[in-house]
């Protein structure tokens, strides 16, 4: 213990001892994060488990026949394959069930449908589909007619994007569906509710899949409970990140998960928009009111949608890891008779008091609470957490007051240090290295680029307010102290100060508590443990209610075991969120150019700062009056040195073949009007942040980049590009450009035109409507007359509406669009009424050339609103 009141205990916290403590910690979250989140079960068997146990081995062979079948997009002849086999293992389920169970396959084929979700991201848009084929199977216990009005859906997709074969984004789920199935069906004679399992078409396409089964199969209206299985990059553990708004499913999952894992951190950032992505979970929730939970892999989140995609980085144990979980939750939930209230309990309940806080302990244990339970846990700790502030501040007078407040400061100091240095480094690496995110395919040296420079921008923060508090508090000392020498003054200065610093780390958790319970943010579980713990450890170990205590050192024993719980709660996911930001930036840059080049590194650099100003606080209180701080400083310098030497040197490539920059490759057929007849040219852009010309110096064939050539593609711009128009003009036809042609025009007070819209070979397209100048439409299908879209009030984002369409092979290719102009119009810049993009999944020979000698270190990115490698644009004006 370090106990110290005398001028040499002041300055003697040598430098191992507080070396020992940053290294301690660094080391603990590491070891945190190893053991919650890649410490995976052993794969079994077939024969290990018996007929209803979970098999790893025999899902990966579902996995293998699936991603053999490469990219199978809706519409593909790969995809009919992939149905097909899902098709016939859930025949081989059927045989196979226990005798006492029922098995149902229904190969359901979807008529059109809209798709209008309220928020996410796809607010301002209609999402079209038609000709979509699922295979649905219903288990049921044979005896048990109930059960038939009262499932369980367990839900995944088995298109992928044209880009990715899809190992992990989601022949995984459906792998561990089908083993799950076969398990289910020898257990269900003695359930009380069915399981039924969706294998859908369409979601990578905006969420289809889902809606066209929720609001067109008969077995829908039986759902109760909506379980969805989904993918953010390959493998590893398969967590909840999404859960409710009934907290049955959560709670049912926490009591029987052999492997429990979930965070509502990871729902808060994926509800409040930061992480842009969309599951089947909130057709589920939105369209069909159900409650549920939503799984996802997030290993390796950098190959999401793109060639890596792929079975050999699929990891040992991730498929054991879900299929166990799974099991234990759909045999407990399915034999319980509250499922069949479910729906009832979630209409009559207050959802704001009853919603569930959860988090998982080292995928150990799950803590499962509701949001009534925490109003009371928050309110009585805020409240007591005022009482000792003020009682504090009383007795210490104005002292006290001022200390407080320059502690505080020392706080402020700490983050605007922290941010601006780690900062610097996101807006200096676009100038020293060609690529602006050089930490892609090596995520550890982060800590070199990011970790250190904010570490010490916080250190170097608290320290000036340390400098600046001691100050005070000495003068403080020298009037009231008078029978003390100057130096023992100045020690007791050093470690009153070290001490305000450490309750200062309190205040900022205790605001952080307030404002998270006032918002009603569901992770605000994770100030309170950073605020009791430390704070128990405190007034354990080192308060006093003597006004006229002599000054003590910290004791080394407070911090450790202050942050014990805290780390051993949060370390781990605090590094795991780190890692997602890191390949989130893969795909950044959402309108290719559209950003900076430094805000993808700008965006990891706060959230690392963050991180550091909110764990570390309560640390660095101890460095100031040790003689480690200069050690550390110099440290942090080396460490930051190699790194920048090893990234601008080009030891450690941004991208390797097994973690690519992701780019797309389209030959746009302009029929825009621009031009007499249609122009044609090859566009290649990236959603990775960074230039393209070490890529286009390794393919060549007469590109040129810059921003000179936007391209508007619909449903976003390519700001920055490059293109060649060499070769061009093979691998389409006339033929294939669609067709957006005036039918009439009423120029009256309720103006109506109607437009015929041909997408001729393309059965994937998206359409956007100036909404500045028509108040609403109807779409309807040329060919036999059904609507399509109705009227009604349509939301848009920057004043457009945008349908994106999908479809199978026999979609229909000719609409008829009713455009209602608006009495009062909205003057825009715009002058364009209707813009159209098709898409055709065909190599041009240009093309086909140019992604031959793509790099190795590239692939294709594929996602719902991204063109596919033909592309057809087109407009109509809006002075036709």
Known sequence: MRNRSTVSSATSKNSSEGESHGVLK?????????????????????????????SEEAATKHVEELTQLGPHPVGSDALELGLQYVLAAAEEIKKTAHWEVNVEVDLFHASSGANILDGGLFKGRTLLYSDLTHVVLRILPKYASEARDSAILVSSHIDTVFSAEGAGDCSSCVAVMLELARGVSHWAHGFKNSVIFLFNTGEEEGLNGAHSFITQHPWSSTIRMAVDLEAMGIGGTSAIFQAGPNPLAIENYALVAKYPSGQILAQDLFTSGV????????????????????????????????????????????????????????????????????????????????????????GTYMVVFRQRFANMLYNSVIMQSMMIWATSILMGGSTAAISLALSFLSILLMWICSLSFSMAVAFILPLIYSSPVPFISSPWIVGGLFVSPAFLGALTGQHIGYVILKTYISRVFSTRLENL???????????????????SGLLQWLILLVVGHYCKVGSSYLALVWLVSPA???????????????????????????????????????????????????RFDRNPGGNPEWLGSLVLAVYISAVICLTLVYLLSYVHISGAKNLIAIASFIVFGLSTTLVISGLIPPFTEDVSRAVNVVHVVDASGRFEEPSSYISLFSTTPGRLTKEIEHIGEGFVCGRENAVDFVTFTASYSCWTKDDSVNGWSKSDVPILEVESDSRTDDRLTQVTIDTKVSTRWSLAINTNKIEDFRLKDAENGEELIQIGQKRSVDGWHIIQYSGGKNAPTRFDLNLYWA???????????????????????????????????????GKSTSPQTLSFLSNLRVDF
């Open 26 to 54: 660094s080391e603990k979250q590491a070891k945190v994060h190893h053991y919650q989140f890649e410490s995976l079960p052993e794969p079994l068997t077939a024969e290990q488990v018996g007929k209803r146990g979970f």
């Open 275 to 362: 992480i842009k992505s969309a599951t089947d979970f909130q057709v589920y929730k939105e369209v069909a009111g159900l409650s549920g939970l939503d799984f996802a892999y997030a290993d390796n989140t950098a190959v999401y949608h793109t060639k890596n995609d792929k079975l050999k980085l699929l990891k040992p144990g991730s498929l054991q890891h879900l299929g166990e979980n799974m099991l234990a939750f759909l045999l407990h939930t399915a034999a319980s008779s509250q499922l069949s209230k479910s729906k009832e309990i979630a209409a009559n309940e207050k959802t704001d008091e009853d919603t569930a806080i959860y988090f998982d302990i080292l």
């Open 485 to 503: 020498s100057p130096v023992v003054q100045v020690s007791w200065a050093k470690l009153e100060a070290e001490r305000w610093l450490y309750k």
């Open 536 to 586: 128990f450890a405190y007034g354990l170990l080192e308060a006093t209610l003597s006004p006229t205590r002599v000054p003590k050192a910290l004791k080394t024993i407070t911090l450790l075991l202050g942050l014990f719980v805290p780390f051993l709660i949060s370390g781990g996911m605090f590094i795991r969120l780190a890692g997602t930001v890191v390949g989130m930036a893969v």
């Open 823 to 861: 009495k009062n119009q909205t003057e825009g810049r715009n002058d364009l009424l209707l813009k159209l993009r098709t898409d055709v999944n065909r190599l041009t020979p240009k093309v086909k050339r140019v992604l031959e000698k793509l790099p190795s270190w590239c692939s294709l990115f």
